[in-house]
């Protein structure tokens, strides 16, 4: 017999995770079963990318550590690896709740040790804070914020609404790493060039499907592809690029190589110009 952990979530897991979660929702009941399928398999690769923002978060600890972060945001930090564990299970629940059985917590999806090219140490885990946090979960807080929107379930709005309420916390991290005077001008200059690059590879990652993928439902906790690609942008462009003006990075490379995309972001402000 395969050991339980390999089958399920922990035992412990109702209790401390998804126990404000409603057990019932007509609007899954009232479903088709391809859609409820194709919905489960949707909130099961959520779960497995929860669990790797999990590692990643762990990852992010060590480098925090080692530069001798502000304590507060470390402690954030290391928080944000138990609420990434916590957001499996809410997305594991969901996707039971739409397969109409228990289904299998996920495995960890590869993440290795944060590297940028021939960054330093120091360097690289700045770059992974604004990678991690300034970037991904901030844009993976408007994601949920325009799931949210067209739900009515009761079960998918609490899961998403749990998700939600960690992720704005978790790109909080990121802005108040960028906020400390150990982040200081010559590291905001690097960061500056560094913007495209980080940008690209984000971009990408959100626009990226599997093979075979087709959009489920909406109204259910995912997003049209198309409409995934708009909201990614006006998260960049709204949030992201105001976000780094404010603590002083010069986005004016990642404005410039939004524009050869298409984007429609504002030119840079210039020098002095308040
Ligand atoms: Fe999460
Ligand atoms: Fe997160």
New binding site residues.
Partial sequence: MAPESSMSAPRTWPAIAVDALPEVDETITALPWPARRRLAEAWIGRARG?LG?SAIFSHLVGGLLQRGSDPELVWLASKAVS??LR?TEICRHLASAYAGEPVAWPECPPVSAPAYGRASPRFTTTLHVVHSCCLSETI?AAYLQGCLAPATGALVRAGLRA?LR??IN?ARIGWGYLGDPRFDAEERRELARALPLLLEHVRTRWRTRPPGWTDPVEGHGCMMRARTREVVDEAIVTLVLPGLDHVGVDTADARRYLQRLGVRVDEPAEPGAS
């Fill in positions: 929860e923002a609420d990434e957001h993976g998700l960690d992720e978790h």
